[in-house]
Nanobody, 123 residues
Framework: QVHLVESGGGLVQAGGSLRLSCAASGNINSIRAMAWFRQAPGKQRELVATVTSGGSGGSTNYADSVKGRFAISRDNAKNTVYLQMNSLKPEDTGVYYC??????????????WGQGTQVTVSS
């Protein structure tokens, strides 16, 4: 069994910063891509950022709406992915979910979601 647990959400004023963390635990042999998604009220869940498992911290990709403001990173030794969010805007408000492709010790790959953490940006 695998668990993804997010932390770091909260209420912040526009222009402020937050750092989200997501730690994976359980039956983990290796982790491939890790990502952050978000879902605003009444809207579909959208991809925010991804990071691969490659060397030098992996390669990253971002939604156009967060480029230059958000930074995704991972610590493979801790099975943890981070999302540093700067210059936050009210439209960044939503529930942020961690996602990861994880291989178990028996060799099976599955995709997992965290429970989500609320980020609220006030104007």
């Amino acid at each position: 069994q695998v668990h993804l647990v997010e932390s770091g959400g909260g209420l912040v004023q526009a222009g402020g910063s937050l750092r989200l963390s997501c730690a994976a635990s359980g039956n983990i042999n290796s982790i491939r891509a890790m990502a952050w998604f978000r879902q605003a009220p009444g809207k579909q869940r959208e991809l925010v950022a991804t990071v691969t498992s490659g060397g030098s911290g992996g390669s990253t990709n971002y939604a156009d709406s967060v480029k230059g403001r958000f930074a995704i990173s991972r610590d493979n030794a801790k099975n943890t992915v981070y999302l540093q969010m700067n210059s936050l805007k009210p439209e960044d408000t939503g529930v942020y979910y961690c996602n990861a492709d994880i291989r178990s010790w028996v060799g099976l790959w599955n995709n997992y979601w965290g429970q989500g953490t609320q980020v609220t940006v006030s104007s």
